[in-house]
């Protein structure tokens, strides 16, 4: 999908540079081409000879370069890319965008382009949370800037947290995601459910669980990367909105089920929500008060609609394929049976949650795919990424609407 795309790459100062020279080579082995604008912070850290031999184009650094203005100008360089590449995006190149500055090439340019605009952040863990830079993100994804990463890891300065630019692999992915529409997938619609519900207690409590929606969002990015159109229902959750999906942010279950039901029709659904069994009946219309004598207040719960079996049950806007999750912490195979015999689904993917397994808010999974009654319908996959889980599961959902078809 990235075969003939225009990629405008801006290299900015950032210790996490070195990892564009791998960028650009795995971009061209993708039939991309790329030119490469370097600022005078980046130059601290990957020189303009690399990128040059690399992407096979001058590389671009000064505004005012008489000899590169009469070859391509500036505004011209800016908006024959089909995508401008910000990477590393550090706070201050964030910031300048926020403001609208234009002080040297790569920030002109920035100004100046037509094209789409993505950024890889990568800073230093306080620097990505400090307050300004939060509010230049917000600013900038408002005004349509997409984002890949941060990640959270070890950084150069021997800090350990978020700020850590993502991995060419999956810079990779969010550009395909971008230029996603030629896939396996083209033409077909799939809705996707991720991450938890926040059921109310009072205004300022909730029920809830530890789902961290990094499984449902790879699902939905690797839909995407097969030209599904998708749309993403997401519970509250820290993960960033995947590239190309529209994406429906909710609290409830009852907010979730609404929304499935507005994505209708669909060729596939995949539910991959950890969403609560059970709510407040009627949740206190105040904060709950602690008693003089330190009684706990009864909750009276009630069950929350049935979300998988909702969109499993016959109809005329029922999916063609409806794939449930199974969170289990025993029996997970048995168990995940069962209720896809109970929830009517087509497939069911299995997974184990108890603490020892590390799902929840880890970035490993061990699924077992069912399709069909009976153990000979049951696949156990290898320990993967979430993202390799995703991706296994949309090319058999891939196969199975091809077949279908």
Same mark, same amino acid.
């Given at each position: ?140 994804q408002g005004r349509g800037i997409h984002r890949v990463g941060p990640a959270e890891g070890a950084m150069a300065c021997n800090e350990f947290g978020m700020g850590r630019m993502a #991995?060419?692999? &999956? %810079? +990779? @992915?969010?550009?395909? !995601? ?5 896939? $396996? /997938?083209?033409?077909?619609? *799939? ?111 009630? #069950?929350?609609? &049935? %979300? +998988? @079996?909702?969109?499993? !049950? ?5 999916? $063609? /394929?409806?794939?449930?999750? *199974? ?79």
């Open positions: 999908m990235l075969q003939g795309q225009r990629i405008l790459l801006i290299v900015a100062g950032g210790i996490a540079a070195y990892k564009c020279l791998d960028l650009i080579r795995r971009l061209r082995e993708r039939g991309a081409s790329v030119r490469c604008v370097l600022t005078r912070a980046g130059e601290q850290f990957v020189t303009p000879l690399s990128l040059a031999a690399l992407s096979e184009h001058a590389v671009h650094r000064d505004l005012f370069s008489l000899t590169e203005e009469s070859e391509m100008g500036h505004i011209q360089l800016s908006r024959e890319a089909d995508l401008v590449l910000v990477a590393p995006a550090t706070a201050n190149i964030l910031a300048k965008m926020a403001a609208g500055l234009g002080d040297d090439l790569a920030s002109t340019l920035l100004l100046a382009t037509s094209a789409p605009v993505m950024v890889a952040p990568a800073m230093n863990v306080r620097m990505w949370e400090h307050p300004a830079t939060q509010a230049n993100l917000a600013t900038l #991995e060419v692999d &999956d %810079i +990779l @992915a969010a550009m395909e !995601a971008f230029f996603g529409g030629h896939g $396996r /997938l083209a033409g077909r619609r *799939a809705l996707v459910t991720s991450g938890p519900t926040h059921e109310p207690i009072d205004p300022v409590r909730y029920i809830a669980n530890r789902s961290s929606g990094k499984q449902g969002h790879a699902i939905a990015a690797a839909l995407r990367r097969l030209g599904a159109d998708v749309t993403l229902i997401a519970g509250p959750t820290l993960e960033p909105d995947p590239l190309g999906v529209t994406v429906v942010r909710v609290e409830s279950a009852a907010d979730m089920l609404a929304a499935c039901q507005a994505a209708l029709p669909a060729d596939v659904a995949v539910c991959a929500a950890a969403v609560a069994d059970w709510r407040v009946a009627e949740p206190a219309a105040g904060k709950i008060k602690k008693t003089a004598g330190g009684k706990p207040p009864v909750l009276k719960l009630t #069950e929350n609609p &049935d %979300i +998988l @079996a909702t969109l499993a !049950a016959k109809g005329p806007h029922r999916p $063609r /394929l409806v794939v449930g999750f *199974a969170a289990e912490t025993e029996q997970v195979v048995e168990n995940a049976r069962e209720k896809r015999s109970r929830k009517g689904c087509d497939w069911i993917v299995a997974n184990d949650v108890s603490a020892a397994a590390g799902t929840f808010g880890g970035d490993e999974n061990r699924v077992h795919l069912i399709t069909a009654d009976g153990p000979q319908a049951t696949e156990a996959w290898p320990t993967l990424s979430k993202r390799e889980v995703a991706e296994r599961l949309a090319e058999r959902i891939a196969t199975a609407l091809e077949t279908a078809s």
